[in-house]
Nanobody, 124 residues
Framework: QVQLVESGGGLVQAGGSLRLSCAAS????????MGWFRQTPGKERESVAG????????YYADSVKGRFTITRDNAKNTVYLQMNSLKPDDTAVYYC?????????????????WGKGTLVTVSS
């Protein structure tokens, strides 16, 4: 079993930056693809970014390309999401997730393990 705990959310002004962290415990996730998702009230959870088990391949939603960067430190069992040039539309609860496999299409339906989320609020 894998437990995922997100941290780093908070309130930031538009144009600012935040770095989210996802710490895994219970089992190493160094051989798993990892993804970041976000959700706002009344909307479906959407994929934001993903990274394969090795870190060689990454995925970004069009809405965050050029602004967000996903990385991983397998030695620390942790995945990060660096978010720059934040916009009010980025306001959401951000979740870390994994499908328990080396590669993923990063669809939310394919994820097996989820964290509880961290709230990011971007003020205008």
């Amino acid at each position: 079993q894998v437990q995922l705990v997100e941290s780093g959310g908070g309130l930031v002004q538009a144009g600012g930056s935040l770095r989210l962290s996802c710490a895994a415990s219970g089992r190493t996730v160094s051989s798993y693809a990892m993804g970041w998702f976000r959700q706002t009230p009344g909307k479906e959870r959407e994929s934001v970014a993903g990274i394969d088990w090795s870190g060689d391949s990454t995925y970004y939603a069009d809405s965050v390309k050029g602004r967000f960067t996903i990385t991983r430190d397998n030695a620390k069992n942790t995945v990060y999401l660096q978010m720059n040039s934040l916009k009010p539309d980025d306001t959401a609860v951000y979740y870390c997730a994994s499908n328990g496999a080396r590669y993923s299409d990063f669809s939310s339906r394919g994820m097996l393990y989820w964290g509880k989320g961290t709230l990011v609020t971007v003020s205008s």
